[in-house]
């Protein structure tokens, strides 16, 4: 007998009460809750350092294309007079589509029929490649080709989405109707341009070539611009829809320098720089520097006069060529 319950003595096992268990699960949560945050940070600053990559990627592109040709490439090619930046855009083969090469994506580039519109039949399988340099990994994007449609929404071509736009100058040159209704810019990327690195007076370490306009906010290609075609709202695009739900085909390519990352803007953004990276957005100078650039949410309204008080005068002079500003280095 004694013997018994010295054996059962030996059986028996200390175990978790019900409180303690429930002690437990909260101190993990608690330090689940702490680490979250971080886990994010990090994964974000992986992300952000990806698309700095690709930036860097195609800022080494650009030179050697200007190294190739002696002049950067054309936001997009038209061949008709300018008439309103919507239907006079054909063959519309945009920057992504030129220095393709110079990305080590030659098999892509050889695919291209440059005589035909981008739209057009014998080109539908190279437009709907995706190109990984143009998509930014924070910027949540369709693993394939999204439909470019006109404004009424009829799909006129099924493309490969990007996270970039070529800038064609400040908020003075409008990204459809150019400087003045000519469809030319003040930048370096615009309408059948030619700028040279000597053309760049403000200095190409002060200038900007490509930055970030998530697909996610407004929803463009990288092969180029398609007649007749707009550029849509993207499903993240945070200003109000009682304004502009799109802009003309021009748009599809090109942005330009005045708000980022706006919240408010009437005219959904569509023609401005965006990104999905807290703070602000990314992007390629001349030079080939890459800088990240803070918010600009909004403009500080009008004057008396009807003019705008611009609210970063610095992002307006960064989207110029040969505005003739001074700018400090350690103003962005």
């Not at 002049?71 to 007079?81: E, G, L, N, Q, V």
Request: charge should be neutral; charged fraction near 15%.
């Amino acid at each position: 007998m004694i013997r018994y319950r010295r054996d059962l003595r030996r059986c028996h096992r200390g175990a978790f009460t019900l409180i303690e268990l429930l002690v437990v699960i909260a101190i993990i949560a608690v330090l689940i809750a702490l680490l979250l945050p971080a886990v994010q940070a990090a994964r974000e600053a992986a992300r952000r350092a990806q698309c700095i990559n690709n930036l860097k990627q195609m800022g080494l592109a650009l030179q050697n294309y200007h190294d190739a040709v002696s002049t950067f490439p054309m936001s997009y090619a038209a061949r008709s007079p300018f008439v309103d930046g919507a239907t006079d855009t054909a063959p519309g083969w945009g920057w992504g589509t030129m220095i393709l090469s110079q990305l080590e994506q030659t098999s892509v580039f050889n695919a291209v029929n440059f005589i035909l519109p981008v739209e057009g039949l014998q080109n539908s399988t190279v437009v709907r490649s995706i190109v990984s340099t143009y998509m930014c990994p924070s910027d949540p994007i369709p693993g394939g080709p999204f439909g470019v449609t006109d404004k009424s929404g009829n799909v006129l071509a099924m493309m490969g989405p990007t996270s970039y736009a070529a800038c064609v100058g400040n908020d003075y040159a409008d990204t459809t109707t150019g400087l003045n209704n000519d469809g030319l810019g003040n930048g370096v990327l615009f309408r059948n341009s030619s700028i040279r690195m000597a053309g760049i007076t403000d200095g190409t370490s002060q200038t900007i070539t490509i930055g970030e306009r998530a697909w996610s906010i407004n929803s463009g290609p990288w092969a180029g611009v398609v007649t007749n075609g707009v550029i849509n709202r993207g499903p993240a695009n945070p200003c109000p829809k009682t304004g502009a739900l799109y802009y003309l085909a021009a748009s599809l390519v090109q942005a330009h320098t005045n708000v980022l990352n706006t919240d408010t803007d009437p005219d959904g953004g569509l023609d401005d720089y965006s990104s999905r990276h807290p703070g602000g957005a990314n992007f390629v100078f001349a030079d080939g520097s890459v800088h990240f650039l803070k918010n600009v949410l909004r403009n500080s309204g009008q004057r008396p006069d009807g003019s705008t008080i611009y609210a970063s005068p610095t992002f307006l002079a960064l989207g110029t060529r040969s505005g003739g500003e001074v700018i400090s280095a350690d103003a962005y």
